[in-house]
């Protein structure tokens, strides 16, 4: 029996199951075997596997692994389409009922933390607001933005990740005040964490960074650069699902701008340093998660 089944058999079906990790830790690889094991669905919790357009490149569950367990969340969404944490958090209530309850897995640790934490109501941010966030970060840079935040959220902000800075910018700029005193009036969590089963998947570095290596490896062979070049004619860089590492270095390489040697080095590299920050904010912000180390 694999470690994953025999983990399965010691987890409660009535309770959910939410697995974290950085990218290609084994996640969605365990999700799975809790589901078939215990005739549970599989939950989404990843920011890019919503989209249609990219089922090879983020690393979408097959169809051998459709046909393994149902599957919740997954490939739904136009490329243009928004998809936040409140449209997912508003997406669950009805799959947060069922039994045997679902296992929600993810590497977009926001989603977990606002499913078992709260998350604040904040106003929409209109769209000149976004247009003034991305003009700045252009001209400025990302230090530019940093320094704009109020103090509290600057402390709780990944400031080495463009998208969460621009978030917290935009919000203090819209509403005139700070992401962390938002926060600081959260609702009460959809799944409060004693309710649950938390399982987070923390391999060595230097087996990750193979795995990173090798699941990219993977994608090439499975047929990612056709998939980019599917999208290339309507290829739009400012597009929520143009966040897909690959993406952009794929589409440059189908352009003549990189080697394919050069824009997969830089595929894997973008990778690796995304992990990278992951693993940062979970150990940071999960900490109260059962930690596993799968085996090599």
Known sequence: MSWQRELAARLDPARAVLVAGPTASGKSALALAIAEAQGRTVVNADALQVYARWRILTARPTSADLARAPH??????????????????RALPPLLATQPAPVIVGGTGLYLTALTEGLAEIPPIPSEVRAEAEARHATEGLSGLVAALDPATRR???????????????????????????????????????????????PPRAALVARIDGRFEAM?????????????????????????????????????????????????????????????????????WRRLTPPD
């Open 220 to 288: 090439m062979a499975a047929g990612a650069l056709a998939e980019v070049a599917g999208e290339v004619p309507r290829w739009d860089p400012a597009q929520p699902s143009a966040r897909a590492i690959g993406a952009a270095e794929l589409v440059a390489h189908l352009r003549g701008a990189l080697s394919l040697a050069d824009a997969v080095a830089a595929a894997k590299t973008a990778t690796r340093r995304y992990a990278k920050r992951q693993r940062t904010w979970m150990h940071n912000r999960l900490g109260n």
């Open 72 to 89: 919740a969340l997954y490939g739904h969404l136009a490329a243009d389409a928004d998809w936040s944490v409140g449209h997912w958090l």
């Open 156 to 202: 709780r902000t990944d400031i080495a990740n463009p998208a969460r800075v621009m978030r917290a910018w935009e919000v203090l700029r819209a509403t005139g005040r700070g992401l962390a005193a938002w926060q600081a009036d959260t609702a009460p969590p959809l799944l409060a964490p004693e309710a649950a089963q938390l399982l987070l998947l923390d």
